[in-house]
């Protein structure tokens, strides 16, 4: 089956911190996706990887970095987390080059930044 | 840039009536994909339904299917004979065709579905 998993559920953090979220998936996928989840504002890109050690900006990568060593681990990294952070994480992963476009999701990550 | 709009933040439902999402997009490709996600409460995100551009049909999925309105650049999801697992939120989502798996989200529709 199908297998995504976002290491933390939920996690509190205070501002300035560094935070770590850990992605891994088990379906030797090529490509691995951070978005995050805000109401209103439905899922956006922060940062993508089509092979290890590659990475590519999404949408808003501004305060995010991200790291992927290995080709099932996918971490999305804040330096410094800040208040407007806070929000909901989701990993996602996809086979590489000529799939359906199908997203595999992780149960995401629920961050509070106080 | 690609741009997806849903216009209605929640809608609802009688148990085994139907109901239909509305979503619009906006690109300039003639080649792309569509799909409609449904996230439930407190669980992963899945896929519910896909449309190619190229094709003409209608993508059906049992109880789910969608109106492709290519030129209106529309992609309404309709739900038949609801269930109370239906109830989530629904998401429509875009893809170009050479842009591997990078999809481009809508704002979201909240469902609720009444027994």
């Known amino acids: 089956d199908v297998k995504v998993t976002q290491s933390s559920r939920y996690l509190v953090k205070r501002t300035g911190e560094k935070v770590f979220l850990e992605c891994v998936q088990d379906m030797d996928h090529e490509n691995m996706f951070w978005y995050r989840q805000d109401p209103g504002l439905g899922l956006r890109l922060i940062y993508f990887s089509y092979d290890v050690k590659m990475k590519e900006k999404g949408d808003i990568p501004e305060g995010y970095s991200v790291s992927r060593e290995k080709k099932e681990r996918f971490s999305l990294i804040l330096e410094s987390a800040s208040t407007n952070q806070t929000s909901m994480y989701l990993c996602a992963s996809s086979p590489g080059a000529a799939n359906t476009g199908e997203l595999f999701f992780g149960e995401g990550s629920r961050l509070t930044v106080l | 840039a690609q741009t997806v709009t849903q216009s209605q933040p929640e809608m609802s439902v009688q148990e085994a009536e139907t109901v239909t999402l509305s979503c619009t997009y906006d690109?300039?490709?003639?080649?792309?994909?569509l799909f409609w996600y449904k996230q439930p409460p407190s669980r992963q995100m899945i896929l519910v339904i896909r449309?190619?551009?190229?094709?003409?049909q209608n993508a059906t999925e049992n109880r789910f299917s969608v109106n492709f309105q290519k030129a209106a650049k529309s992609f309404s999801l309709k739900i038949s004979d609801s269930q109370l697992g239906d109830a989530a939120m629904y998401f429509c989502?875009?893809?170009?065709?050479?842009?591997?798996?990078?999809?481009?989200f809508g704002e979201g529709t909240q469902l609720t579905v009444n027994p």
């Open positions: 449309q190619e551009a190229y094709k003409q």
């Open positions: 690109t300039s490709e003639s080649d792309y994909y």
């Open positions: 989502a875009y893809r170009r065709e050479t842009s591997g798996s990078r999809l481009t």
